[in-house]
């Protein structure tokens, strides 16, 4: 197939890359991955947009760069926030059934909002919600092709350097190689690599790992969002996860004494930042006193706005109308990622990111509740549209490399690198753990040689270089 003719490949199904797919009629679009595991269908918090009375976006602006510590680019969250509105309406033209207040949007509030404007859909399924009404929307789309049982394995570069080709590893082992002048990685964040954390196990960071690897630069790979108030009961895998909204309609963190636990720690209490709440309930959990999030106060019509969280609760024997739920800090979101302009591009010409994978600057040092659902939006349909009409008139030669990720680690050593990067890179970091964690990932035989430690051991250099503390990442030797 010609440059002219080849398709955009987008690796990762979840928000954004239904968005770019959907966003790039009519080129043809080879869509990678399936999104019943991703981290958009598991989302509990909606999208947010400046859509109440008195609200406007540059309101919306001024909490998503004070949330961010000032990291933010300016011009990008102005982009963002101009653009939400506008997204909420084209979600809803693809069939998103957004909650209604009689004939205006239902708006909750979230941590680090000034006001309520988060839009929801079925109360706090809002990821399901949306991406099963993006998958239908795709479906039906003529230009689209899945391959849901499929995953990006490799890329090739020509003798420029510029994208050739992909590699995809189908589910019974079977590989397909697809020539395209155009890859879009929309494989998530990296939560999984960490003990402590609400993604999916898809979410390990391997689409940021392989783009490393050929050579795209990275950005702000220190800043790991911990969410405060994940369901802490015991196992592996993904905590569950208690949304936000239910601080902003009224439940309160409360330490063993029934104390409210964020009383006099920021003027915005139980809706403060992230970063704010979840050092708060990692500092106590650390000194042995447990927190709970009180639900009691909101009453059985309250909670029924939450179904999602209520049977959360009541599946590990929690009835949130009298007990209260234990909580703990866990990895939920990757402010940094591949490093991309605003249009979506990577410093590796024809290589594209979007959503968590990506860094634009857009969320700073710490996101914004729920301005991750709403990046996913604005973002994918912008580079889909651009994408769109795109067209590499070169002739290229054929791939010059394979550029792969290399070897994985097994359970075992997954399991270590998952607890060296939470007890190293939580919510309060020192050097000398950080240094530790780095001699155990290059000396242990186990570990020393996969793409899970390379890219661990790049998030830890970035933590260690940052001697300050901003944001989400917090130094307690700084």
Do not use: K, Y
Request: hydrophobic letters at 50%.
């Amino acid at each position: 197939m010609s440059p002219a003719g080849s398709p955009l490949v987008v690796a990762g199904a979840g928000l954004a890359g239904l968005s770019v797919a959907l966003a790039a009629a009519p080129r043809p679009v080879l869509l990678v991955g399936g999104n019943a595991g991703s981290a958009s269908a598991l989302a509990q918090g909606g999208i947010a947009a400046a859509l109440g009375p008195g609200d406007r976006p540059a309101l919306h602006a001024g909490d998503t760069i004070a949330a961010g510590a000032g990291h933010n680019d300016a011009g990008r969250v102005a982009m963002l926030v101009d653009a939400a509105p506008g997204a909420v309406a084209w979600l809803a033209a693809q069939g998103v059934a957004f909650d209604r207040d009689g004939e205006g949007w239902a708006l909750g509030r979230e941590g680090g909002h000034g006001r309520a404007r988060i839009v929801h859909a079925g109360g706090d399924a809002s990821g399901h919600a949306i991406v099963a009404a993006m998958a239908r929307a795709v479906a039906g789309a003529a230009h689209v092709t899945r391959l849901p049982s499929h995953r990006l394995c490799a890329l090739a570069l020509s003798e420029s350097d510029a994208i050739a080709a992909v590699r995809l590893a189908g589910a019974d082992g079977s590989t397909l190689d697809v020539a395209t002048d155009a890859l879009v990685l929309a494989t998530g964040g990296l939560g999984a690599l960490f003990a402590a954390t609400t993604n999916p196990p898809s979410a390990d960071g391997n689409g940021l790992a392989l783009a490393l690897e050929a050579g795209a630069p990275g950005r702000d790979l220190e800043f790991v969002q911990f969410h405060p108030t994940a369901l802490a009961v015991p196992g592996e895998g993904p905590l569950p996860l208690l949304t936000e909204a239910l601080r902003g309609a009224g439940a309160v963190l409360r330490d063993a004494r029934g104390e409210p636990v964020m009383a006099g720690r920021h003027p915005l209490g139980d809706l403060a930042p992230r970063d704010v709440v979840a050092r708060e309930v990692w500092r106590r959990r650390q000194a042995g006193g447990g927190v709970f999030l009180d639900m009691r106060g909101l009453g059985g019509a309250g909670l029924d706005a939450f179904p999602t969280a209520v049977a959360l609760c009541r599946r590990h024997g929690i009835d949130p109308r009298r007990d209260l739920a234990p909580v703990t800090p866990a990895v939920h979101f990757h402010m940094g990622g591949i490093a991309v302009d605003a249009d979506g591009r990577s410093g590796l010409p024809g290589l594209h990111a979007v959503g968590e994978v990506a860094c634009s600057g857009v969320h700073g040092a710490n996101r914004l509740a729920s301005n991750s659902l709403l990046e996913c939006v604005v973002a994918g349909r912008a580079l889909g549209a651009r994408l769109s009409a795109h067209r590499d008139a070169r002739i290229r030669a054929a791939p010059r490399r394979w550029v792969h990720p290399g070897a994985g680690a097994n359970a075992a050593a997954l399991r270590m690198l998952r607890g060296l990067l939470w007890r190293s890179m939580g919510p309060e970091r020192d050097d000398a753990t950080l240094a530790e964690a780095e001699r155990i990932l290059r000396v242990e035989a186990s570990l020393a040689r996969t793409w899970q430690a390379r890219l661990a051991l790049r998030l830890l250099h970035a933590a260690r270089i940052r001697r300050a503390s901003l944001g989400a990442h917090h130094r307690v030797d700084g």
